[in-house]
């Protein structure tokens, strides 16, 4: 059996970004993973255990995790997509099968943002939980000075204002959360209003998105918006689509207490996409 890698690639601007490549014996397949915002790959255990049948690739998004970068701060939100693109293009040699690619929050907004402008080589997208719209609710006056701060001072930083209690009923995976040295809380001016712009242009695009989707929403997630991303879904353009929504569910659909449906239901609609 092949070992697991893990290590840095250099982004095209220079920045560090930490990736892990887990092997299967005999993969059916492999999956890109892309974590959310202020979290990192390391966050995914219950994913990885799930597809364990699978060679995956996972990385820190610049300003997450182990890689380098300002904590939660981008010029351009498609630096984000220019991540994903770098990990791709490394893991290449070790990519079995069909590829897809899931994500989740910030990098469910991703995720569906490069299977709309950058499909090529991918055979589906999931996004569990997608940053298409919000619950959280950004005091006015803040998202105010965000906008007039995003050219006048960029870099910024803001709390980025997410509840953990929300994040899942599990109060080990919360407290895990909390005290989890590699999550940060920090959100730039500039990031700030290029999430908000790519949230709008993925939302407004959804009917270019063409390749097979599913996405996952918790019914009680106060972080990220389940009927906008249901929304989305009826837009796709998608002949194959899929949308699942979790009764009672809060944003960490994969940490939560009755995780072992939606991680077999992520299982089950790859299995059956060979």
Not at 30 to 39: A, K, P, R, T, W
Not at 131 to 156: C, H, S, T, W
Not at 166 to 176: G, I, R, Y
């Amino acid at each position: 059996m092949s070992e697991n890698k893990e290590g840095f690639v250099k982004a095209k601007d220079g920045t560090e970004l930490f990736y892990k490549y887990i092997p299967a014996d005999r993969p059916g397949a492999s999956v890109f993973i892309v974590h959310g915002l202020g979290e990192h790959s390391g966050r995914y255990g219950n994913v990885i255990n799930t597809l364990k049948d699978y060679n995956l690739f996972l990385l820190d998004l610049r300003g997450h995790g182990k890689s380098t970068g300002k904590r939660g701060h981008v010029m351009s939100f498609d630096e984000y997509l220019d991540d994903v693109d770098k990990l791709r293009k490394e893991m290449q040699p070790f990519v079995k099968g069909k590829s897809f690619l899931l994500g989740h929050s910030m990098g469910g907004l991703i995720a569906l943002r490069y299977a709309i402008y950058r499909p090529e080589g991918l055979a589906g997208v999931i996004s569990s939980g997608p940053l298409l719209g919000v619950n959280v609710q950004v005091p006015k006056i803040k998202g105010m000075i965000g906008r007039f701060l995003a050219n006048l001072a960029p870099g910024l930083s803001m709390n980025n204002e997410i509840d953990t209690n929300k994040l899942s009923h599990d109060k080990a995976v919360v407290d895990a959360y909390n005290n989890d040295p590699l999550v940060h809380t920090k959100v730039s001016a500039r990031w700030y209003v290029e999430m908000t712009k790519a949230m709008e242009d993925t939302n407004a695009n959804a009917g270019k998105l063409k390749i097979p989707c599913l996405i996952m929403h918790g019914s009680e997630d106060a972080l990220t918006n389940p009927q906008v991303s249901r929304r989305f879904y009826e837009h796709a353009g998608s002949k194959d689509k899929t949308y699942i929504l979790y009764q009672g569910y809060y944003h960490e659909i994969f940490n939560e207490i009755e995780k072992q449906k939606p991680l077999s239901d992520l299982l089950e609609w790859i299995k059956k996409r060979p």
